[in-house]
């Protein structure tokens, strides 16, 4: 037998034995694919070339990366660098019965609405009454913080049984509270506040209320002695209220409100005259 024929013997065995493994894989193969025998050249005559092709595939674009808020949710003084990037949490259900009675919005806006609100806090629903501190905790804190108290607020807009309740609620009386948001001290103010207001050490009892009492009566100049907008902005920023038009939708901020006001109404019988409005001077009866 010739080399010729050899090798021809050799490559249709070769072919046979491909075509096998190709039938067996045929599911990993395009619908469209075909096999094509091509002979072997005689010596000295040069075969067509077998040419492939691949088509390119564009390379995948790089995904666009995702934009990321800035919102902050504090329990302090103020949602520093808040931006509305995603819907705001609705109003909890368990509140919803104060709000349907007190509108949150700023046309609304008034600084007769302290009494309509204490009168709301009367009317709720049975089992979603908004709890009130207790009036010996609330004691407690004008024995230890009385005397700063009272002096930081003397020729202000805020009353020193608002800074009481507003105390109670924020931090519970703690001087070292640190929020999750970076709110601190006693009425829990952001870092930017507290630079704001003069405030050096944010965890010094005396340092903390002389610039919550500050933030308070900028607040009330701003909103024009409205308590529950002032109470908002307290808690959320007053670029939140404003953005808003009126008290944010943000569930901590509308329960926030209705707390502070239930503790005031604590705090105003220790007073030895008890205040009518949250702008009202007040000297306490307990000793200090």
């Known amino acids: 037998m010739t080399r010729r024929g050899l090798s021809a013997i050799l490559l249709a065995l070769t072919a046979l034995t491909c075509a096998g493994e190709a039938s067996a894989d045929g599911n990993r193969l395009q619908a469209d694919f075909t096999f094509r025998r091509v002979g072997v050249p005689a010596p000295g005559q040069a075969g067509r070339r077998i040419n492939v092709q691949i088509a390119p595939r564009?390379?995948?674009?790089p995904s666009a990366p995702a934009v990321a808020g800035s919102a902050v949710i504090a329990t302090g003084s103020a949602r520093v660098g808040a931006a509305a990037v995603a819907p705001a949490p609705a109003s909890?259900?368990?509140?919803?019965?104060?709000?349907?009675?007190?509108?949150?919005?700023a046309a609304d806006s008034g600084p007769g609405r302290l009494a309509p609100a204490l009168r709301a806090l009367d009317t709720?629903?049975?089992?979603?009454?908004?709890?009130?501190?207790?009036?010996?905790?609330?004691?407690?804190?004008?024995?230890?913080?009385?005397?700063a108290i009272l002096r930081e607020t003397?020729?202000?807009?805020?009353?020193?049984?608002?800074?009481?309740?507003?105390?109670s609620v924020?931090?519970?009386?703690?001087?070292?509270?640190?929020?999750?948001?970076?709110?601190?001290?006693?009425?829990?103010?952001?870092?930017?506040?507290?630079?704001?207001?003069?405030?050096?050490?944010?965890?010094?009892a005396t340092d903390n209320i002389k610039g919550g009492v500050a933030y308070l009566d900028w607040l009330m100049g701003h909103f024009d002695n409205d308590?529950?907008?002032?109470?908002?902005?307290?808690?959320?920023?007053?670029?939140?209220?404003?953005?808003?038009?009126?008290?944010?939708?943000?569930?901590?901020?509308?329960?926030?409100?209705?707390?502070?006001?239930?503790?005031?109404?604590?705090a105003?019988?220790?007073?030895?005259?008890?205040?009518?409005?949250?702008?009202?001077?007040?000297?306490?009866?307990?000793?200090?």
Request: charge should be neutral; hydrophobic fraction near 45%; include cysteine.
């Open 58 to 61: 564009a390379p995948a674009a």
């Open 92 to 105: 909890p259900p368990e509140i919803d019965w104060f709000w349907s009675e007190i509108s949150p919005a």
């Open 124 to 147: 709720a629903p049975g089992g979603l009454e908004v709890r009130s501190p207790a009036l010996q905790g609330l004691s407690d804190l004008a024995r230890l913080h009385g005397r």
């Open 154 to 167: 003397v020729g202000t807009r805020v009353s020193p049984a608002l800074v009481l309740a507003v105390i």
């Open 170 to 204: 924020e931090s519970g009386g703690r001087t070292t509270a640190i929020s999750s948001a970076g709110a601190g001290g006693l009425m829990q103010l952001m870092p930017a506040t507290a630079a704001r207001f003069g405030v050096v050490d944010r965890l010094d």
């Open 227 to 266: 308590p529950i907008l002032v109470l908002a902005a307290y808690n959320a920023g007053e670029g939140a209220v404003r953005s808003h038009a009126g008290v944010p939708p943000y569930g901590e901020t509308r329960n926030y409100v209705p707390k502070v006001l239930a503790a005031w109404r604590i």
């Open 268 to 288: 105003r019988g220790l007073c030895v005259t008890p205040p009518e409005l949250i702008s009202d001077g007040c000297v306490f009866a307990v000793e200090s």
